[in-house]
């Protein structure tokens, strides 16, 4: 086998993860492109990727249960070797106030969200640290401006989920640091991807963004791709333990 990076990308079938997962594509990793339902259009970044000559295999998993992760990292060894990049960008935007909350919307909000990150590093760490006989690597982290802002009307599950990844960013940095793996996060902001259909559709984010983003405009998945792509490579190998806001100034 050759020199080539893997790298897995989770809830890349669409929106930022399949940006991301392109970008590696192209950018000579193999991928492992993980869905929990949209096989049409997981097929369809697979495809993309290795029309253009690279290489990609379909996961389908939901991340927020740890036999489901287990599942997917052993598939993942078995089609492409050792993993060298993780991208933890699964996950759900959720509206709903404080006071409707019950036990299933913020315990679903928080296994998609918080629960998936902790199991997929989990599987990522006992391979890449030094600590279990790994060679290093990357973990990038999915967080969101509203981890600072209290994101949107509804948004306050939402905005302790993604505060709750910047702490565990910090916190798994400081805990693997000295084995090899670099850890960081992006906190992407009003970005024009299906996930806001819970707050109005892209055209409605994008009104909001051109009043709210003092450059004026919503960004876009790609622009999120090449901050992650950045994060995981070389040049970026004295960045850790840190939040990139990828947010148009907000």
Same mark, same amino acid.
């Given at each position: 086998m050759d020199n080539k990076k893997v790298m897995l990308?989770?809830?890349?079938?669409?929106?930022?993860?399949? %940006?991301?997962? !392109?970008?590696?594509?192209?950018?000579?990793?193999?991928?492992?492109?993980?869905?929990?339902?949209?096989?049409?259009e997981v097929h369809a970044v697979v495809a993309q990727i290795r029309a253009g000559g690279g290489e990609a295999v379909a996961l389908?998993?939901?991340?927020? @249960?740890?036999?489901?992760v287990e599942r997917m990292f052993a598939q993942l060894d078995t089609a492409f070797g050792p993993l060298d990049v993780l991208v933890n960008d699964a996950g759900v935007l959720a509206m709903f106030r404080v006071d409707a909350v019950d036990e299933n919307n913020v315990a679903d909000l928080f296994r998609s969200n918080v629960f998936s990150i902790y199991f997929c590093s989990r599987e990522a760490v006992r391979r890449m640290s030094t600590? @279990?006989?790994? +060679?290093?690597?990357?973990?990038?982290?999915?967080?969101?401006?509203?981890?600072r802002l209290g994101g949107l009307s509804g948004g306050a599950g939402y905005a302790a989920s993604k505060g709750a990844i910047d702490s565990f960013n910090i916190?798994? =940095?400081? %805990?693997?640091?000295? %084995?090899?793996?670099?850890?960081n996060?992006?906190?992407?902001? !009003?970005?024009?991807?299906?996930? @806001?259909?819970?707050?109005?559709?892209?055209? +409605?984010?994008?009104?909001?963004?051109?009043?709210?983003?003092?450059?004026?405009?919503?960004?876009?998945a790609a622009e999120v791709?090449?901050? =992650? !792509?950045? !994060?995981?490579?070389? =040049?970026a190998s004295y960045v850790h333990g840190t939040v990139v806001d990828v947010a148009g100034g907000r």
């Open positions: 990308v989770t809830g890349a079938s669409r929106g930022i993860g399949a %940006e991301i997962a !392109l970008l590696a594509g192209r950018s000579g990793y193999r991928v492992g492109v993980n869905y929990l339902r949209s096989e049409v389908q998993a939901d991340v927020g @249960h740890l036999d489901q600590a @279990h006989g790994g +060679k290093g690597g990357v973990i990038v982290n999915m967080s969101s401006v509203a981890a916190a798994l =940095a400081r %805990e693997v640091g000295a %084995e090899g793996i670099r850890v996060a992006i906190r992407p902001g !009003l970005i024009s991807t299906e996930i @806001h259909n819970v707050h109005g559709g892209i055209e +409605k984010m994008e009104q909001v963004a051109r009043t709210a983003v003092p450059l004026g405009r919503a960004g876009s791709a090449q901050v =992650a !792509l950045w !994060l995981a490579s070389d =040049a």
